[in-house]
T-cell receptor, first 112, second 112 residues
Framework: KQEVTQIPAALSVPEGENLVLNCSFT??????LQWFRQDPGKGLTSLLLIQSSQREQTSGRLNASLDKSSGRSTLYIAASQPGDSATYLCAVKQTGANNLFFGTGTRLTVIP | DAEITQSPRHKITETGRQVTLACHQTWNHNNMFWYRQDLGHGLRLIHY???????NKGEVSDGYSVSRSNTEDLPLTLESAASSQTSVYFC???????????FGPGTRLTVL
């Protein structure tokens, strides 16, 4: 069964710092990987989706990379802002499976 | 704008009662999903549907059922609520099976 791990579970950084969030998965047979943002008491907002054939995707200050062979993805946030404070979840769509497999998330706090 | 809504947002019920959580999307997506989110676990799939009259079991389907009578709605029913079903429930939809999933705001259910 696919296992998705996100380390660290929580991260605090000062405003303006660049940071990297990590996601690892055990089975490399995936269709795609998706990064979500979750604010307290709210639903999930999709940030980036990387197809298995892609190496990275960018949206504004966010850049997500995928190394399928090693089972890793990173989410890079440039010039962090207090508004980036949220929990970030990664999820993989595994080949032959119908659901997304989610990590437990990294709770990010950006300190003004 | 198209959206996905869930109701109620909060629900308290007693053990043994039947509970139905509503999910409504205006994206006109064929694919709809129900997940639950618990501390220490990533989101886990309960049931999913690929279209009208289609329903399928997910990873944690015991004690839950769904029905799909139209494109817009996928209600989730807890036949006889148990304390172990206290959780936050998220509904999601997607245009394609491999594409981005869009999530509702969630329903916090407490079973006493």
């Amino acid at each position: 069964k696919q296992e998705v791990t996100q380390i660290p579970a929580a991260l605090s950084v000062p405003e303006g710092e660049n940071l990297v969030l990590n996601c690892s998965f055990t089975d490399s047979a995936i269709y795609n990987l998706q990064w979500f943002r979750q604010d307290p008491g709210k639903g999930l907002t999709s940030l980036l989706l990387i197809q298995s054939s892609q190496r990275e995707q960018t949206s504004g200050r966010l850049n997500a990379s995928l190394d399928k062979s090693s089972g890793r993805s990173t989410l890079y946030i440039a010039a962090s802002q207090p508004g980036d404070s949220a929990t970030y979840l990664c999820a993989v769509k595994q080949t032959g499976a119908n659901n997304l497999f989610f990590g437990t998330g990294t709770r990010l706090t950006v300190i003004p | 704008d198209a959206e996905i809504t869930q109701s109620p947002r909060h629900k308290i019920t007693e053990t043994g009662r039947q509970v139905t959580l509503a999910c409504h999307q205006t994206w006109n997506h064929n694919n709809m999903f129900w997940y639950r989110q618990d501390l220490g676990h990533g989101l886990r799939l309960i049931h999913y549907s690929y279209g009208v009259h289609d329903t399928n079991k997910g990873e944690v389907s015991d004690g839950y059922s769904v029905s799909r009578s139209n494109t817009e709605d996928l209600p989730l029913t807890l036949e006889s609520a148990a304390s172990s079903q206290t959780s936050v429930y998220f509904c999601a939809s997607s245009e394609s099976l491999m594409g981005t999933q869009y999530f509702g705001p969630g329903t916090r259910l407490t079973v006493l």
